[in-house]
């Protein structure tokens, strides 16, 4: 299923709209992960948010969101780039995520915890920033992260639709942001008509789209659409990647490692898995220095 990201401007107004559909990246995520229907909406709300904050970045630019919670959620990690790559992990609770409604997204995260939320804005420091769960409802959270440490009036809205079987049917968001000098007023009032809508999952698994939702939002504020980007779930791990990594758990460990005849490496975001047999330990072993 085609994925994509629409940002489109009210000029005259003074606001940004983002919409997206993350269907596909979803599923296939959650595929990875194997996930049960409490992890699909999870991940279907994380993923969606990290796309929504990638939307605003500028290129090579890249934002992570890590969220704990004392639901049936312990930790949920989502991240995007500039370039709509996304990918995300999460662990969650087991007893309880039995236990726990897949379309309860409050339920699963929980109203005790914190979200996380880090920028690599090709500065010398990663921008970071932390704040304490509002609701459990991420999209309401992330609303909450916008005006308190960012301080820019915004609504964030997501949703993710599970069919009878728990597959995902539908994923997507909108977010609405006022820019400087913008008009409170003018953004309330499209706010007003996001809440008046049916939930985003619904409008999308009944065929609308994020254009057409962004033109029932603007209602008859006059904007332009700025551009449309392909999203896709994109993992940086590598098996060269993985075996940089053992060059830095020293010696010793690796030793241990050569004597148990291999070294699997299994990556959190997309469950790939690199296998390092005794030849290629001790060929990464030759290469430490001395005193490693």
């Given at each position: ?6 940002r489109a401007?009210?000029k ?8 997206c559909?993350?269907?596909g ?6 595929q ?15 993923l969606?948010?990290a796309a ?12 992570a969101?890590?969220?704990e ?5 312990s930790?949920?990690v ?12 999460f662990?969650l609770?087991?007893?309880?995520a ?19 939320v880090?920028?690599?804005l ?12 509002q609701t459990?409802?991420?999209d309401a959270?992330?609303?909450y992260?916008?005006m ?6 915004s609504f ?24 400087p000098?913008?008009?409170?007023t003018?953004?309330?009032?499209m706010?007003e ?16 789209t994020p ?26 791990c ?6 940089h990594?053992l060059t830095l758990?020293?010696?010793e ?6 004597d ?12 790939a ?20």
């Amino acid at each position: 299923m085609e994925n994509y990201m629409v940002r489109a401007l009210a000029k005259a107004c003074g606001v940004r709209g983002l919409a997206c559909l993350t269907t596909g990246v979803v599923q296939e995520a959650a595929q990875r992960h194997h996930a049960s229907p409490a992890g699909k909406t999870v991940l279907g709300y994380g993923l969606t948010g990290a796309a929504l904050l990638g939307a605003m970045l500028k290129v090579q630019q890249q934002v992570a969101i890590k969220v704990e919670g004392d639901g049936a959620l312990s930790k949920l990690v989502a991240e995007s780039d500039s370039y709509g790559h996304l990918r995300g992990y999460f662990t969650l609770r087991e007893e309880a995520a039995q236990l726990a409604d897949p379309s309860d997204i409050a339920g699963i995260v929980g109203q005790q915890g914190r979200l996380t939320v880090v920028k690599d804005l090709q500065l010398k420091q990663l921008y970071e920033s932390v704040v304490p769960l509002q609701t459990g409802r991420l999209d309401a959270d992330l609303t909450y992260y916008l005006m308190m440490s960012e301080q820019i009036p915004s609504f964030v809205e997501i949703d993710v639709q599970l069919d009878a079987q728990g597959e995902v049917r539908a994923a997507g968001g909108v977010l609405l942001q006022l820019l400087p000098d913008g008009d409170l007023t003018k953004l309330a009032q499209m706010a007003e008509r996001l809440d008046d809508l049916p939930r985003i999952g619904a409008l999308l698994a009944n065929g609308e789209t994020p254009h057409t939702i962004l033109a029932t939002i603007f209602g008859a504020e006059p904007y332009e659409v700025l551009e449309t980007g392909a999203l896709d779930f994109r993992c940086t791990c590598s098996r060269e990647r993985s075996r940089h990594a053992l060059t830095l758990i020293g010696r010793e460990e690796l030793m241990t490692l050569l004597d148990e005849g291999e070294a699997v490496i299994d990556c959190h975001y997309c469950h790939a898995r690199y296998r390092f047999d005794r030849n290629e330990l001790a060929e990464i072993l030759a290469e430490l220095p001395a005193d490693n």
